[in-house]
């Protein structure tokens, strides 16, 4: 009923930048917060950065300054912008919507397939 697709990932230089979308769509009434999240081999899937349906955001500590999120409500996308990669931020990202399905009252936690970022020279 809900889809969740990513783009925009890949390889790019320390220092570099990527923007990654993730658009929604679906029978969808409603959605609340976004966000992405990422995991590296070997290590725990962890928060990046999430935006309400108000706009507020927050970060994780190691992006803070780097990356930005921001969405379209319009499109139903939500984007990060990330400038400054550092070869830590390789891993695979994802991102996570909690969306309300047309015909109920409840929203559900949705997640996208994910896309791989790689920072390497």
């Known amino acids: 009923q809900v889809q969740l697709v990513e783009s925009g990932g890949g390889l790019v230089q320390p220092g570099g930048s990527l923007r990654l979308s993730c658009g929604a769509s679906?029978?969808?009434?409603?959605?609340?917060?976004m966000g992405w999240y990422r995991q590296a081999p070997g290590k725990q899937r962890e928060l990046v950065a999430r935006?309400?349906?108000?706009?507020?955001?927050n970060y994780a500590d190691s992006v803070k300054g780097r990356f930005a999120v921001s969405r379209d409500n319009a499109k139903r996308t939500v984007y990060l912008q990330m400038n400054s990669l550092k070869p830590e931020d390789t891993a695979v990202y994802y991102c996570?919507?909690?969306?309300?399905?047309?015909?109920?009252?409840?929203?559900?936690?949705?997640w996208g397939q994910g896309t791989q970022v790689t920072v390497s020279s």
């Open positions: 935006i309400n349906g108000g706009g507020n955001t």
């Open positions: 679906g029978r969808i009434f409603s959605i609340n917060d």
């Open positions: 996570k919507a909690a969306i309300r399905v047309s015909g109920t009252y409840y929203y559900n936690e949705y």
